[in-house]
């Protein structure tokens, strides 16, 4: 079974500059999650996709982010005019329904300089 | 409000020392889960154990138990005979009630395992 996989690992860009980053969670698992961790911090919920529909996001989650999950299968997350405050790992998870279990992603390190 | 913490924020042991790590959660909702996860430098948080919050029986596994106490709203957690290769960072999460789709992280502790 292929665990959760996101890319890339690692970005680097500077302030003011878009990024996107893609996760693909574990085959038939409908829930899909984001979260941020900043360092010597635990993960923080970001928003959540069943299936194509985002159906919570947290006030973490400015104007400048966007999250998509156009056929129910990969995600991907943009960060749009990125400032030096967004530098974080930012974690992907997935869930199957009826059960309890948030599987998680090796994560993107995004540095902003 | 879900919080958890994990007053520990860094600890260091020597090989095959037993060591455990303290998570206590504060909570409304009567129906709720907790878990640990390790995350070792490559990143990934990989999933250890969950309980829900009807079930207060002490789990082992191998070098790794678990102690919920729904009194103290402690659920820690002992590696018994520590190896190099648990060092990692461990952290307690809360689930949001029975609603899995949301989880309160504590800040995590570091443990160091000295050769």
């Known amino acids: 079974d292929t665990g959760v996989s996101q890319d890339p690992r690692h970005k680097i860009t500077k302030r003011g500059q878009n990024v996107t980053f893609r996760c693909d969670p574990i085959?038939?698992?409908?829930?899909l999650y984001w979260y941020r961790q900043t360092l010597g911090q635990g993960p923080e919920f970001l928003t959540y996709?069943?299936?194509?529909?985002?159906?919570?996001k947290s006030r973490l989650l400015s104007d400048r982010f966007s999250a998509e999950r156009p056929k129910g299968s990969f995600s991907t997350l943009e960060i749009q005019r990125t400032e030096q405050g967004d530098s974080a790992m930012y974690l992907c998870?997935?869930?199957?329904?009826?059960?309890?279990?948030?599987?998680f992603g090796p994560g993107t390190r995004l540095t902003v300089l | 409000a879900q919080k958890v913490t994990q007053a520990q924020t860094e600890i260091s042991v020597v090989e095959k020392e037993d060591v455990t790590l303290d998570c206590v959660y504060e909570?409304?909702?009567?129906?709720?889960?907790l878990f640990w996860y390790k995350q070792p430098p490559s990143g990934e948080l990989v999933f250890l154990i969950r309980?829900?919050?009807?079930?207060?029986q002490n789990e082992i596994s191998g070098r790794y138990s678990w102690n919920f106490q729904k009194s103290t709203s402690s659920f820690n957690f002992t590696i018994t005979a520590s190896q190099v290769v648990d060092s990692a960072v461990y952290f307690c999460?809360?689930?949001?009630?029975?609603?899995?789709?949301?989880?309160?992280f504590g800040s995590g502790t570091k443990l160091n395992v000295k050769p």
């Open positions: 998870a997935s869930r199957i329904a009826l059960t309890d279990t948030q599987y």
């Open positions: 085959s038939e698992h409908n829930r």
């Open positions: 996709f069943q299936n194509e529909a985002q159906l919570e």
């Open positions: 909570t409304r909702d009567t129906t709720y889960y």
């Open positions: 309980r829900n919050s009807f079930d207060e």
């Open positions: 999460a809360l689930s949001d009630g029975n609603n899995f789709n949301k989880f309160y």
